[in-house]
């Protein structure tokens, strides 16, 4: 059984920078894409960032490319999504989700992920 547990939320001004941490337990990850996913009040929930375990492949929503890193660490079956120059628009609840791989590809459809997290809040002031 795979168990996610994210971390590292809080309050940032406009500008700042936080990193979110998913903790992976249960089984070893190499066959796994671990994403980041987050949703606002009143939206639908949206694809963040997404990575390979095994190769370190990753994808970004638009929105955040250029801004957010995803990475891993192998020794710690820990995720990161480094978020530098946050903005308002990026608060959000936060969440770590992952799916056995199949194809190269990272989908960004949560509908695909079989497991998440219970979320991290962030909240970005202006």
């Known amino acids: 059984q795979v168990q996610l547990v994210e971390s590292g939320g809080g309050l940032v001004q406009a500008g700042g920078s936080l990193r979110l941490s998913c903790a992976a337990s249960?089984?070893?990850?190499?066959?796994?894409?671990l994403g980041w996913f987050r949703q606002a009040p009143g939206k639908e929930r949206e694809f963040v960032a997404a990575?390979?375990?095994?190769?370190?492949?990753?994808n970004y929503a638009g929105s955040v490319k250029g801004r957010f890193t995803i990475s891993r660490d192998n020794a710690k079956n820990t995720v990161y999504l480094q978020m530098n120059s946050l903005e308002p628009e990026d608060t959000a609840v936060y969440y770590c989700?992952?799916?056995?791989?199949?194809?190269?590809?990272?989908?960004?459809?949560?509908?695909?992920?079989?497991?998440w997290g219970q979320g991290t809040q962030v909240t970005v002031s202006s």
């Open positions: 989700a992952g799916y056995y791989v199949l194809f190269k590809s990272l989908s960004p459809d949560p509908k695909i992920y079989d497991y």
């Open positions: 249960g089984r070893t990850f190499s066959n796994y894409a």
């Open positions: 990575i390979r375990w095994s190769s370190g492949i990753t």
